[in-house]
């Protein structure tokens, strides 16, 4: 294998662990108590599905996985604020610890989009593959 396909799984598997920490931050919000909101869960739930099924897409170098994806993640920070705000809304209390699970997952999908999107070596991993690649 040569080294820029080597440092593009390493990229690969930095943002899976990176979109799982997220994970695990917005299942905590949506299974949360004070957590007025059911569709959270949906939410939550949609969005591991869907990361992984475009992980596993990107694993197998399908080009068009990687544009999805970044849109998916984007449109998940969207979701997710937009609940954490009307989570606050709806409070009397202000509701830190569940707003910082929240806000710790947007942040962690935020800094898996950087390798997705600047990536030269993930960019080339992910390209059309030429006549003598595998």
Same mark, same amino acid.
């Given at each position: ?15 899976? $662990? ?7 931050? %917005? ?17 939550? %739930? ?10 596993? *897409? ?16 984007? %449109?998940?920070?969207?979701? %997710? ?13 202000? $509701? ?19 390798? $997705?999107? *600047? ?6 991993? $992910? ?8």
């Amino acid at each position: 294998m040569t080294q820029r396909k080597v440092r593009a799984r390493i990229w690969l598997g930095v943002t899976l $662990l990176l979109i799982t920490g997220a994970h695990y931050f %917005f299942f905590k919000f949506s299974t949360d108590r004070l957590n007025s909101y059911p569709i959270s869960q949906g939410l939550t %739930f949609g969005c591991v599905l869907w990361t992984t099924v475009l992980f596993g *897409a990107m694993w197998l170098r399908y080009t068009w996985a990687r544009y999805v994806m970044i849109t998916m993640i984007c %449109f998940g920070m969207i979701g %997710f604020g937009v609940l954490a705000m009307l989570v606050t809304k709806d409070s009397v209390n202000p $509701l830190p610890e569940l707003m910082k699970l929240a806000v710790y997952g947007i942040i962690l999908y935020a800094v898996a989009l950087v390798p $997705l999107s *600047a990536s030269s070596s993930l960019r080339h991993f $992910l390209g059309p593959k030429t006549a003598g690649e595998r």
